[in-house]
T-cell receptor
Framework: GAGVSQSPRYKVAKRGQDVALRCDPI?????LFWYQQALGQGPEFLTY????????KSGLPSDRFFAERPEGSVSTLKIQRTQQEDSAVYLC????????????FGPGTRLLVL | AQKVTQAQTEISVVEKEDVTLDCVYE???????LFWYKQPPSGELVFLIR??????QNEISGRYSWNFQKSTSSFNFTITASQVVDSAVYFC??????????????FGQGTILTVHP
């Protein structure tokens, strides 16, 4: 597709369930980012991939959060044993490379943990 | 550390009014980029502009214009003759710097713009 796509768009989980959020970046984009956006706030960085390598995961809030990009394209953000404080919009962005810098965002996945 | 401040939480205007959204940033980098994104009610962040700190020329794109002033660390965004479709949350953002940066963005809190007909 032409832009970044994410699925599912909405996810309701019971506390304690595991969830997996998918991101399809723009074709050919080397860099992929995950951000978390709480209601009424700006997005906050979670993790970064350059191709298949996860170069920065400093923003992941706990070891329940795990991200992968095994073939350097599609990425999955997994949250284990979800908690209510995990409720947020999870945004994925991709960019052509380091020098380019412009990140193009997907529509996000809105996660609600009950 | 990078910091972006958007002091205006909410702005409400009537259609056709001009409106300016403020952005002040902090960085130790000598060269850097700055970004503005728009987030309409649909939720997707839409890229509006990227500016290099080398270039302090004001930029105009249709009804949008940007005023970058390095001396005051500000990168303000003006919408001329606002329209209802401009209603959205607007974010200013600054990539991480430091030479080996890969550009992870630090966002401001956002300004909610409501344009009334």
């Amino acid at each position: 597709g032409a832009g970044v796509s994410q699925s599912p768009r909405y996810k309701v989980a019971k506390r304690g369930q595991d969830v997996a959020l998918r991101c399809d970046p723009i074709s050919g984009h080397v860099s992929l980012f995950w951000y978390q956006q709480a209601l009424g706030q700006g997005p906050e960085f979670l993790t970064y991939f350059q191709n298949e390598a996860q170069l920065d995961k400093s923003g992941l809030p706990s070891d329940r959060f795990f991200a992968e990009r095994p073939e350097g394209s599609v990425s999955t953000l997994k949250i284990q044993r979800t908690q209510q404080e995990d409720s947020a919009v999870y945004l994925c962005a991709s960019s052509l490379g380091l020098a380019e810098g412009t990140q193009y965002f997907g529509p996000g996945t809105r996660l609600l943990v009950l | 550390a990078q910091k972006v401040t958007q002091a205006q939480t909410e702005i409400s205007v009537v259609e056709k009014e001009d409106v300016t959204l403020d952005c002040v940033y902090e960085t130790r980098d000598t060269t850097y980029y700055l970004f503005w994104y728009k987030q309409p009610p649909s939720g997707e962040l839409v890229f509006l502009i990227r500016r290099n700190s080398f270039d302090e020329q004001n930029e105009i794109s249709g009804r949008y214009s940007w005023n970058f002033q390095k001396s005051t660390s500000s990168f303000n965004f003006t919408i001329t003759a606002s329209q209802v479709v401009d209603s959205a949350v607007y974010f200013c953002a600054l990539p991480a710097g430091g030479g080996t940066s890969y550009g992870k963005l630090t966002f401001g809190q956002g300004t909610i713009l409501t344009v009334h007909p």
